[in-house]
């Protein structure tokens, strides 16, 4: 069935650095934009980046631009997110999320990874 | 604070109807389609409605969309007691050259 499952959170210091993966089953993954989504403790859904097909196209939110690189290997199926220079306001749920047309809705979920960022 | 407004709650008894509002502006949804999410409590969002008013596979008819200028709204009628969640309004802003989500709204079923 199609799946994302992420992997590569964990515990890490303000300042550090981590590489998030997300691996993709079930579908075509070259076919389909994909994003990173965070949710901190208690809050909302945050969009990170996003990056196209062929990743000839990315994009990030300004919260993240310049700290956090969206990368994939469509071989692998798998998705990548390599964040820098954490912060304690960095500390969410990440979730991987498949669009359902370019740049459109979040069809797919993954089932998230926890970043916590400790001071 | 995010750039599409939602109330914070809202709440209904069963079987009422109940519609939960998303505002936004011309950058986003003035310009852009409108999808819903419902999140259950631990568990990932998952896709109700998507560009503005089309059902995924799987979500029922009494959940529906609407979008007008700057706003979007989601109507549920028919409340049952697993409708109880929280919804998150979400489209594309043109100045952010970003993906922009609601802050959400937590609906309770009394």
């Known amino acids: 069935q199609v799946q994302l499952v992420e992997s590569g959170g964990g515990l890490v210091k303000a300042g550090g650095s981590l590489r998030l993966s997300c691996a993709a089953s079930?579908?075509?993954?070259?076919?389909?934009?994909m994003s990173w989504i965070r949710q901190a403790p208690g809050k909302g859904l945050e969009w990170i980046s996003c990056?196209?097909?062929?990743?000839?196209?990315?994009n990030y939110a300004d919260s993240v631009k310049g700290r956090f690189t969206i990368s994939r290997d469509n071989a692998k199926k798998s998705l990548f997110l390599q964040v820098y220079s954490l912060r304690a306001e960095d500390t969410a749920v990440y979730y991987c999320?498949?669009?359902?047309?370019?740049?459109?809705?979040?069809?797919?979920w993954g089932q998230g990874t926890v970043v916590t960022v400790s001071s | 604070q995010s750039m599409l407004t939602q109330p914070p709650s809202v709440s209904g008894t069963p079987g009422q109807r109940v519609t939960i509002s998303c505002s936004g502006s011309?950058?986003?949804?003035?310009?852009?389609?409108v999808n819903w999410y419902r999140q259950l409590p631990g568990t990932a969002p998952k896709l109700l409605i998507y560009?503005?008013?089309q059902w995924p596979s799987g979500v029922p008819d009494r959940i529906s969309g609407s979008k007008s200028g700057t706003s979007a709204s989601l109507a549920i009628s028919g409340l049952q007691s697993e409708d109880e969640a929280d919804y998150y309004c979400?489209?594309?802003?043109?100045?952010?050259?970003?993906?922009?989500f609601g802050g959400g709204t937590k609906l309770t079923v009394l």
């Open positions: 990056i196209s097909e062929t990743t000839s196209d990315t």
């Open positions: 079930g579908f075509i993954f070259n076919d389909y934009y």
């Open positions: 560009s503005n008013n």
């Open positions: 011309r950058s986003n949804i003035g310009s852009n389609t």
């Open positions: 999320a498949r669009h359902l047309t370019s740049k459109g809705a979040f069809d797919v």
């Open positions: 979400e489209t594309w802003d043109d100045s952010l050259n970003g993906r922009v």
